[in-house]
């Protein structure tokens, strides 16, 4: 079992991890646009919203009435713009809860007995894991959406889509790491298994 000072970085290096996560799941820049020069606009996609300088506002995203969800309607292309958008929302949402739930874990875990530090890693893991898959399933619905979607045509990805890589990248490693560190790195402390 891992010694006190690596539960302590764990959660530091965690709870960065979910800074990067809540990053990209509020700030609506996952995928971009910008205009050339001289009538220079820019509009961000976010996963809940739409902002843009020519309007100067922001309004909700996807939305039917605004014709968000016809783009690709007679198009070959196989993709519905709407629904993996809200799809790729609610992965977002729900792995913001998982990762509340593994911050409640690591405070259980750092702050009780000899046997819950025991037994509690090999759950924390499996909900970084947990928190790492879900943000990958919504980063891969939002890209499929931005490759083939024709509304999305000259757009890049953002800050937002690169925070959400940032953190699954990183609670990847932070479970790999512990595990590794469990198992073969803390000298005289009883193993994973």
Known sequence: MPTRNAYIATTAIFLATFGFQLASLFDPKWVQYKSPEPYYTEANYGL??????LTDDCRRFPQKSWGDCDQDKDSDRYVNLCTEWRVASGFAIFSAFVGLWV???LGTVLYTGERWHASGWKH????VGIFAGLQVVCMGLIAHVTQTSAMFTHHHY?????FSNVSWV???LLALGVTLYARYGAQGYIALE
């Open 48 to 53: 809940f919203q739409k902002c843009s300088t």
């Open 103 to 105: 911050i409640a874990g």
């Open 124 to 127: 924390i893991l499996g909900l």
């Open 158 to 162: 953002g800050v937002s889509f690169i």
């Open 170 to 172: 990183m609670s990847a």
